[in-house]
DNA sequence: CTCAAGTGTGAGTGGTCAATCACTCTATCT
DNA sequence: AGATAGAGTGATTGACCACTCACACTTGAG
């Protein structure tokens, strides 16, 4: 029960971390119903079983990672808006649009998010992509200062962003793909 | 083999229509990985088995949907440049996006081609949904002569919309909800 | 040292799914 | 009527998946 001393094993909370991070890059290529606990397992590099214990059910740990990457982005915007010292709210949309951005680099974080949306069916999955947003929209709200309508088009780009990000448009050399790109 | 006469039976192409029309309600509530081949035919109205003789393989049978509600879309912003007799780009595209708004009743239709981003760890489905998103773009932009920053506008305001539908956003009363329906 | 509590695993189990196949039924042509 | 070609199905199969359980190892406390 002790915390201190050096251990060869993990604690399970220290597990469970370490889980909820490697099995971001696990479900963000099938998502929900197209990706097994044995692979999200081997990403974290323990057993199948051992998994089990850590998390009740498939669907309790996808939960679990949908709202660890919510808090990463919240994360992300809170850092944006931090840098941008104007009070201007096209500003500091702008500045967390900036950081956003940057997280299409760590691609898997967002994919994640658009699959969750697509896993609404299940009624946890659902509850926990809608408190995502709610949270996501309150705070950059009330952070940048912005109208119902810069608001909307700020998350209608970065969904444009991650959808792009879905189908690798970035390695397409076409017009459209140029044109929404931007 | 002759074409006349009253049939009981129907030709397979008549069902490779059906088939196409249904499985668009089917694939919509849990997409590609989470549908099964069984659930498609029930919608249709046939065996699972005679699925497979009209489609080779699932993969196969989903790009097929997709193809179909790529056509089914342009179909609508068509309808939507059509009344809009003006000319300015602005004009053509807010018609377009009132079309494409009433599409929304038609839920299923959307959120198929949301689920086939989401599918994109497939090649073939990824290279569908590229082909759709090139056609709509290329004809928005033909219609309409809007800008690359219209268009990319028009297209980020579609998917807000689609995902909204997937979470059932209008079903919440809450401000975040309120915001993003605009 | 012993023992309890916690970490971790291998080997299943029941159920489900995509895909196949042998088979029947229906319609048309000669 | 008999033959032919296409429409349509029930039963099955092999693979895989979420989930379980009996068991082994590690660690720290008394």
């Given at each position: 029960m002790s915390m201190t001393g050096a251990r060869r094993l993990s604690t399970a909370e220290e597990r469970r971390g370490t889980v909820l991070r490697t099995a971001i890059k696990a479900f963000a290529a099938r998502g929900y119903y197209g990706t097994t606990t044995t692979e999200v397992a081997k990403a974290a590099g323990i057993s199948q079983s051992y998994l089990y214990r850590l998390f009740p059910d498939k669907e309790a740990l996808f939960v679990a990672v949908v709202d660890h990457c919510s808090d990463r982005i919240r994360e992300c915007h809170a850092e944006g808006a931090a840098r941008a010292?104007?009070?201007?709210p096209a500003v500091v949309l702008a500045a967390m649009a900036g950081a956003y951005a940057r997280l299409i680099d760590d691609r898997d974080l967002l994919l994640v998010l658009l699959h969750a949306a697509c896993a609404s069916a299940e009624p946890a999955i659902r509850e926990a992509v809608r408190v995502c947003y709610a949270k996501q929209v309150e705070y950059v709200r009330a952070a940048s200062g912005a109208s119902d309508e810069e608001i909307r088009r700020f998350f209608g780009d970065g969904l444009l962003s991650n959808v792009l990000a879905g189908i690798d448009a970035g390695e397409v050399d076409a017009p459209w793909a140029r044109t929404l790109l931007g």
């Amino acid at each position: 029960m002790s915390m201190t001393g050096a251990r060869r094993l993990s604690t399970a909370e220290e597990r469970r971390g370490t889980v909820l991070r490697t099995a971001i890059k696990a479900f963000a290529a099938r998502g929900y119903y197209g990706t097994t606990t044995t692979e999200v397992a081997k990403a974290a590099g323990i057993s199948q079983s051992y998994l089990y214990r850590l998390f009740p059910d498939k669907e309790a740990l996808f939960v679990a990672v949908v709202d660890h990457c919510s808090d990463r982005i919240r994360e992300c915007h809170a850092e944006g808006a931090a840098r941008a010292g104007g009070t201007e709210p096209a500003v500091v949309l702008a500045a967390m649009a900036g950081a956003y951005a940057r997280l299409i680099d760590d691609r898997d974080l967002l994919l994640v998010l658009l699959h969750a949306a697509c896993a609404s069916a299940e009624p946890a999955i659902r509850e926990a992509v809608r408190v995502c947003y709610a949270k996501q929209v309150e705070y950059v709200r009330a952070a940048s200062g912005a109208s119902d309508e810069e608001i909307r088009r700020f998350f209608g780009d970065g969904l444009l962003s991650n959808v792009l990000a879905g189908i690798d448009a970035g390695e397409v050399d076409a017009p459209w793909a140029r044109t929404l790109l931007g």
